[in-house]
């Protein structure tokens, strides 16, 4: 009833004992919090407005340290490292962990939000969020957009099974950690793959949810219990949870609580008064809380204001979260989440602590500094502490031995990115293109000749196995079909019934090591294992090569935010948006005709966009990226749009590659005698009405037309810009590639 859900999952007698040293483990924890608070306080003193985040590391950082000390293991040679997708908001934790670690020195911390001064003096600045884009030693997942965080989470862990199902790599006893934070479970995309989690048995991901009942403005539910919420939502889901909600303080008033007053209490008081008895002191909880009837008052009559001040939430109590974490890692056969009861702001005092404003607080005066180095009985003098010293113990202390033995023990340190893999063999073009090169005005649209480029590369010895076909429900209409024969989909448990279509050649093979991930009508879902493929060379050693194909218009206008994510931890390879353009297919509406997608992956940094025309340029420009990303292993990957029309497809000359990679070349010449001439540009889905009108300007207005395959507008936009940068720099610089194309053409 209502008595267990205001208790933890883990009972006292239940849990294990402790294997570390409490003492020693707390002080670590107060000198990382010191760290990580004058971190973000020297930032504000030196740009007054330069923000940063105190509060949310001050609730999170007794979970992050416990599972540092004991839990999340780095790669020892033998065993590849767990993945922990850290809370965002409290990253300094992270950054001043390093910091005592010896990864990084007082001048990045120093420099934390200043990466452009700091860049200017040759240091490594530190920024906001975690962004492997800009620290691409450190970090391994960009979690600053909130929900992004979990449901990458998820098809993390799923992606590694799905390596492990196909041999591809050893990911046994590897674990997922995601740590959010319990207003960030209200973004859709944060609950969106719960289901999907339980469903695939996928025990290898732990969500840890931060509850420290506080969003931005206030509370996350100030009339509810946001954990009876979520406890409800994940075991509905499938999901083992476990509740770690009050720390050993309590253990022997609930022990004394034979007529479960304190229990039916808890269960009854909502979060905003939680919230109230957080920011407050122990007469006021003894008041308010305590004094709300003659047995609860009498459970604690034998404590001290002082005494019930102490009492802590369980995820400040490294006991209680080394319990639920445990209990968490041994489960099998379901995910788990730990719901961790937090304050936020914790030990922050009146300026912070349980306040409704504590997410805004940057800026600390000198009361407070000297306030929080008591609280947490730092070695600091006064002017150290005004200052926002930083502070980190002699080598050789028993802090820092203690530190690095329990890194020692667990494999190193995290996070860290490994930016290479071995290259994989690209097969020849002609191998497996020699079709769209040689077409001789064959008619087809350039989706099937990407079909039968990937039905080509699949049945490649060395590239094949590594590459993730990804499709949102719509493998038939792109003609995929074939390839569920081919090389089937995958489905952890195999295929446990007989397909209606058993008979047919398309046949819906499910098979325990498919290769197709068919993600059902979820772009986000698709999107999330397109990025855990895309950046395996990184996060497993393994390079893969994915492709995800969908309509353009669900592409970045629908998980744009997605695409922006997986640029930031440098993915490579392919999406590819079908059905571009002002579409033919017929039936469609508006919500197909897609004039925008190409303009939004333009301005994505690493994402090189192109819309060819023909088959002949897709081809190229698939082979040209393999090269760049399993060869050269460049951190970009490819958005080339295809087209659903079939159009007679002209035979592409190797001297007309250059040019469709640098995103332009000569398609065909008007008649050389006409003086009358002008340049038509067009590619992707507009290229037939391009040589329509130049039939039509030639034959009824004596106008010659030289038709140009503009591959890439993008791709010559940045050429230019390059270019100009040169120049501008007083540098060497040559005509961009379009002038150099145009240069000898006349008329407009």
Same mark, same amino acid.
């Given at each position: 009833?209502?008595?267990?859900?205001?208790?933890?999952?883990?009972?006292?007698?239940?849990?294990?004992?402790?294997?570390?040293?409490?003492?020693?483990?707390?002080?670590?924890? $107060?000198?990382?919090?010191?760290?990580?608070?004058?971190?973000?306080?020297?930032?504000?003193?030196?740009?007054?407005?330069?923000?940063?985040?105190?509060?949310?590391?001050? $609730?999170?950082? @007794?979970?992050?340290?416990?599972?540092?000390?004991?839990?999340?293991?780095?790669? !020892?040679?033998?065993?590849?490292?767990?993945?922990?997708?850290?809370?965002?908001?409290?990253?300094?934790?992270?950054?001043?962990?390093?910091?005592?670690?010896?990864?990084?020195?007082?001048?990045?911390?120093?420099?934390?939000?200043?990466?452009?001064?700091?860049?200017?003096?040759?240091?490594?600045?530190?920024?906001?969020?975690?962004?492997?884009?800009?620290?691409?030693?450190?970090?391994?997942?960009?979690?600053?957009?909130? *929900?992004? *965080?979990?449901?990458?989470?998820?098809?993390?862990?799923?992606?590694?099974?799905?390596?492990?199902?196909?041999?591809?790599?050893?990911?046994?006893?590897?674990?997922?950690?995601?740590?959010?934070?319990?207003?960030?479970?209200?973004?859709?995309?944060?609950?969106?793959?719960?289901?999907?989690?339980?469903?695939?048995?996928?025990?290898?991901?732990?969500?840890?949810?931060?509850?420290?009942?506080?969003?931005?403005?206030?509370?996350?539910?100030?009339?509810?219990?946001?954990?009876?919420?979520?406890?409800?939502?994940?075991?509905?889901?499938?999901?083992?949870?476990?509740?770690?909600?009050?720390? &050993?303080?309590?253990?022997?008033?609930?022990?004394?609580?034979?007529?479960?007053?304190?229990?039916?209490?808890?269960?009854?008081?909502?979060?905003?008064?939680?919230?109230?008895?957080?920011?407050? @002191? *122990?007469?006021?909880?003894?008041?308010?809380?305590?004094?709300?009837?003659?047995?609860?008052?009498?459970?604690?009559?034998?404590?001290?204001?002082?005494? +019930?001040?102490?009492?802590?939430?369980? /995820?400040?109590?490294?006991?209680?979260?080394?319990?639920?974490?445990? &209990?968490?890692?041994?489960?099998?056969?379901?995910?788990?989440?730990?719901?961790?009861?937090?304050?936020?702001?914790?030990?922050?005092?009146?300026?912070?602590?349980?306040?409704?404003?504590?997410?805004?607080?940057?800026?600390?005066?000198?009361?407070?500094?000297?306030?929080?180095?008591?609280?947490?009985?730092?070695?600091?003098?006064? !002017?150290?502490?005004?200052?926002?010293?930083?502070?980190?113990?002699?080598?050789?202390?028993?802090?820092?031995?203690?530190?690095? %033995? =329990?890194?020692?023990?667990?494999?190193?340190?995290?996070?860290?990115?490994?930016?290479?893999?071995?290259?994989?063999?690209?097969?020849?073009?002609?191998?497996?293109?020699?079709?769209?090169?040689?077409?001789?005005?064959?008619?087809?649209?350039?989706?099937?000749?990407?079909?039968?480029?990937?039905?080509?590369?699949?049945? @490649?010895?060395?590239?094949?196995?590594?590459?993730?076909? +990804?499709?949102?429900?719509?493998?038939?209409?792109?003609?995929?079909?074939?390839?569920?024969?081919?090389?089937?989909?995958?489905?952890?448990?195999?295929?446990?019934?007989?397909?209606?279509?058993?008979?047919?050649?398309?046949?819906?093979?499910?098979?325990?090591?498919?290769?197709?991930?068919?993600?059902?009508? &979820?772009?986000?879902?698709?999107?999330?294992?397109?990025?855990?493929?895309?950046?395996?060379?990184?996060?497993?050693?393994?390079?893969?090569?994915?492709?995800?194909?969908?309509?353009?218009?669900?592409?970045?206008? =629908?998980? *744009? !935010?997605?695409?922006?994510? %997986?640029? !930031?931890?440098?993915?490579?390879?392919?999406?590819?948006?079908?059905?571009?353009?002002?579409?033919?297919?017929?039936?469609?509406?508006?919500?197909?005709?897609?004039?925008?997608?190409?303009?939004?992956?333009?301005?994505?940094?690493?994402?090189?966009?192109? @819309?060819?025309?023909?088959?002949?340029?897709?081809?190229?420009?698939?082979?040209?990226?393999?090269?760049?990303?399993?060869?050269?292993?460049?951190?970009?990957?490819?958005?080339?749009?295809?087209?659903?029309?079939?159009? %007679?497809?002209?035979?592409?000359?190797?001297?007309?590659?250059?040019?469709?990679?640098? /995103?332009?070349?000569?398609?065909?010449?008007?008649?050389?005698? &006409?003086?009358?001439?002008?340049?038509?540009?067009?590619?992707?889905?507009?290229?037939?009405?391009?040589?329509?009108?130049?039939?039509?300007?030639?034959?009824?207005?004596?106008?010659?037309?030289?038709?140009?395959?503009?591959?890439?507008?993008?791709?010559?936009?940045?050429?230019?810009?390059?270019?100009?940068?040169?120049?501008?720099?007083?540098?060497?610089?040559?005509? $961009?590639?379009?002038?150099?194309?145009?240069?000898?053409?006349?008329?407009?």
């Amino acid at each position: 009833g209502r008595d267990s859900v205001a208790r933890n999952t883990v009972a006292a007698a239940a849990q294990p004992n402790f294997p570390g040293d409490l003492a020693v483990e707390e002080r670590l924890a $107060s000198l990382i919090r010191w760290n990580a608070l004058a971190m973000v306080v020297r930032a504000n003193q030196a740009y007054g407005e330069l923000g940063g985040h105190i509060a949310s590391y001050a $609730s999170a950082a @007794d979970l992050f340290e416990t599972g540092f000390n004991h839990f999340f293991r780095a790669d !020892d040679g033998h065993q590849a490292a767990d993945l922990v997708y850290f809370q965002p908001h409290s990253s300094p934790g992270v950054y001043a962990r390093a910091f005592l670690e010896g990864r990084l020195g007082e001048e990045n911390l120093a420099h934390y939000r200043q990466e452009l001064v700091a860049a200017s003096q040759g240091i490594q600045g530190l920024c906001s969020y975690p962004h492997p884009y800009l620290m691409p030693e450190f970090w391994q997942f960009p979690t600053g957009s909130m *929900g992004i *965080g979990p449901i990458n989470a998820i098809y993390q862990a799923r992606f590694m099974r799905y390596l492990a199902d196909r041999g591809l790599a050893d990911t046994a006893g590897r674990k997922v950690w995601g740590f959010f934070g319990d207003g960030e479970m209200d973004e859709p995309e944060s609950i969106a793959a719960l289901t999907l989690a339980a469903r695939e048995g996928l025990d290898n991901c732990i969500f840890v949810i931060n509850c420290n009942l506080q969003r931005l403005d206030g509370p996350v539910r100030g009339n509810g219990r946001i954990i009876d919420e979520l406890e409800a939502l994940f075991s509905g889901a499938g999901w083992n949870v476990v509740k770690c909600l009050w720390g &050993s303080e309590w253990d022997a008033l609930l022990a004394r609580d034979h007529s479960h007053v304190l229990a039916r209490t808890f269960a009854h008081t909502v979060d905003g008064e939680f919230q109230t008895l957080s920011a407050n @002191d *122990g007469a006021f909880n003894r008041e308010h809380f305590f004094n709300q009837c003659p047995e609860l008052a009498a459970l604690v009559a034998h404590l001290s204001d002082s005494d +019930i001040d102490r009492l802590r939430r369980g /995820g400040h109590d490294p006991v209680k979260i080394h319990a639920a974490f445990a &209990s968490a890692a041994a489960h099998s056969g379901q995910p788990t989440v730990v719901l961790a009861k937090t304050v936020k702001g914790y030990g922050m005092g009146s300026i912070g602590q349980g306040r409704m404003t504590s997410h805004q607080q940057k800026k600390l005066g000198a009361e407070d500094l000297l306030a929080f180095r008591d609280r947490f009985n730092l070695p600091l003098s006064d !002017d150290q502490a005004t200052s926002a010293a930083f502070l980190k113990p002699a080598d050789g202390s028993a802090e820092m031995r203690y530190l690095h %033995a =329990r890194r020692q023990a667990l494999g190193g340190f995290l996070p860290a990115r490994r930016g290479q893999a071995s290259p994989v063999a690209v097969p020849g073009l002609e191998a497996t293109a020699g079709f769209a090169l040689q077409a001789d005005g064959k008619p087809m649209s350039t989706t099937m000749a990407f079909v039968r480029q990937l039905g080509n590369l699949l049945k @490649d010895p060395a590239l094949g196995p590594r590459i993730v076909p +990804i499709v949102a429900d719509e493998a038939r209409t792109f003609g995929m079909a074939g390839l569920f024969r081919q090389v089937g989909i995958y489905a952890p448990f195999g295929q446990l019934y007989q397909p209606e279509d058993n008979a047919s050649m398309l046949l819906y093979r499910e098979d325990s090591s498919g290769q197709i991930l068919e993600e059902g009508i &979820s772009e986000a879902g698709a999107l999330s294992s397109w990025t855990a493929a895309a950046t395996s060379y990184s996060t497993h050693g393994t390079a893969m090569l994915p492709f995800f194909i969908f309509y353009s218009m669900f592409g970045f206008q =629908r998980v *744009g !935010d997605l695409i922006w994510a %997986a640029a !930031d931890q440098r993915a490579r390879g392919f999406l590819i948006g079908a059905t571009s353009g002002r579409t033919t297919l017929g039936g469609e509406g508006l919500q197909h005709q897609d004039g925008s997608s190409l303009l939004s992956a333009s301005t994505v940094p690493n994402c090189k966009s192109y @819309d060819p025309a023909f088959a002949g340029e897709l081809a190229v420009i698939i082979d040209h990226g393999m090269q760049r990303m399993l060869q050269e292993q460049r951190d970009e990957f490819f958005y080339i749009t295809v087209t659903n029309e079939n159009v %007679a497809n002209p035979s592409l000359p190797h001297e007309a590659h250059e040019g469709v990679i640098r /995103g332009m070349y000569q398609l065909q010449s008007g008649p050389a005698q &006409s003086t009358r001439r002008v340049q038509l540009l067009g590619s992707g889905a507009i290229m037939g009405e391009v040589l329509k009108a130049a039939v039509i300007l030639e034959r009824e207005h004596g106008v010659a037309a030289d038709v140009w395959s503009v591959t890439s507008y993008a791709e010559l936009a940045r050429d230019g810009e390059a270019q100009l940068e040169r120049w501008r720099a007083g540098e060497a610089s040559a005509p $961009s590639w379009f002038a150099q194309q145009l240069a000898a053409s006349q008329g407009p």
